[in-house]
């Protein structure tokens, strides 16, 4: 599928030609310099490989300097692959823009790492209700989980019980948004909706609107 990396900036809204207010989220999405491209005959199946986001010479490890170097690409902070996409017309070093991938309108889903919340009860991280209300005589136990326990067969807890634990924090991709606009110049673009993680947080657009080429 068809896309681009980028970082969240933030949101904000704008007004569509009917002038209704629409939330949007502002991501940057600079050029991504090409670093590889698979095909079915050397590699199996097709993709691009895309890199983005300047990263200081030093700070890269040999293995990707060399494969930077063979590219012809400088040093980047991200690297990530675009399967069953070869972009036509491009090779090894050069760079996609936004509007050689997307237009206003287009379907997106956008992939990103979640906020992470920390240590969480089950309230919060599995929207549990709690015990009860204070008139059943729980006095400081309304957001407890209850008991797990199991009777003497299977005399165990299954595996996967909703419990408290690490909320947050995950791979999450939200399907389905749209292209409100377009920024060539800045370099931004403007997504119905919100969007995974931070601001600040790198973020994978994959474009469904276009059929692969």
């Given at each position: 599928?068809?896309?681009?990396?980028?970082?969240?900036?933030?949101?904000?809204s704008v007004?569509?030609?009917?002038?209704?207010s629409i939330?949007?989220?502002?991501?940057?999405?600079?050029?991504?310099?090409?670093?590889q491209?698979?095909?079915?005959?050397?590699?199996?199946?097709n993709?691009?490989?895309?890199?983005?986001?300047?990263?200081?010479?030093?700070?890269?490890?040999?293995?990707?300097?060399?494969?930077f170097?063979?590219?012809?690409?400088?040093a980047?902070?991200?690297?990530?692959?675009?399967?069953?996409?070869?972009?036509?017309?491009?090779?090894?070093?050069?760079?996609?823009?936004?509007?050689?991938v997307?237009?206003?309108?287009?379907r997106?889903d956008?992939?990103?790492?979640?906020?992470?919340?920390?240590?969480?009860?089950?309230?919060?991280?599995?929207?549990?209700?709690?015990?009860?209300g204070?008139?059943?005589?729980?006095?400081?136990?309304?957001?407890a989980?209850?008991?797990?326990g199991?009777?003497?067969?299977?005399?165990?807890?299954?595996?996967?019980?909703?419990?408290?634990?690490?909320?947050?924090?995950?791979?999450?991709?939200?399907?389905?948004?749209?292209?409100?606009?377009?920024?060539?110049?800045t370099?931004?673009?403007?997504?119905?909706g919100?969007?995974?993680?931070?601001n600040?947080?790198?973020?994978?657009?994959?474009?469904?609107s276009?059929?692969?080429?």
């Amino acid at each position: 599928m068809k896309g681009l990396i980028g970082k969240k900036v933030g949101m904000t809204s704008v007004f569509d030609e009917l002038g209704r207010s629409i939330a949007v989220t502002v991501i940057e999405v600079p050029a991504c310099s090409i670093t590889q491209i698979k095909t079915e005959e050397t590699d199996g199946y097709n993709s691009v490989q895309l890199a983005a986001f300047d990263k200081k010479e030093k700070s890269v490890t040999k293995a990707l300097s060399g494969h930077f170097e063979k590219a012809d690409v400088s040093a980047k902070k991200m690297v990530r692959e675009f399967r069953d996409f070869i972009p036509e017309g491009f090779e090894v070093g050069d760079e996609l823009n936004i509007e050689d991938v997307f237009s206003v309108g287009d379907r997106v889903d956008v992939v990103g790492v979640s906020k992470g919340t920390g240590f969480t009860g089950v309230v919060k991280r599995h929207n549990f209700s709690g015990v009860g209300g204070q008139t059943h005589g729980q006095h400081n136990r309304e957001r407890a989980p209850g008991a797990i326990g199991q009777a003497s067969d299977p005399s165990r807890v299954f595996k996967g019980m909703k419990m408290a634990g690490r909320s947050g924090n995950k791979r999450t991709k939200i399907r389905n948004l749209s292209i409100a606009k377009i920024y060539p110049d800045t370099n931004m673009v403007l997504v119905t909706g919100g969007v995974p993680g931070p601001n600040g947080g790198y973020v994978l657009i994959h474009n469904k609107s276009q059929s692969v080429s």
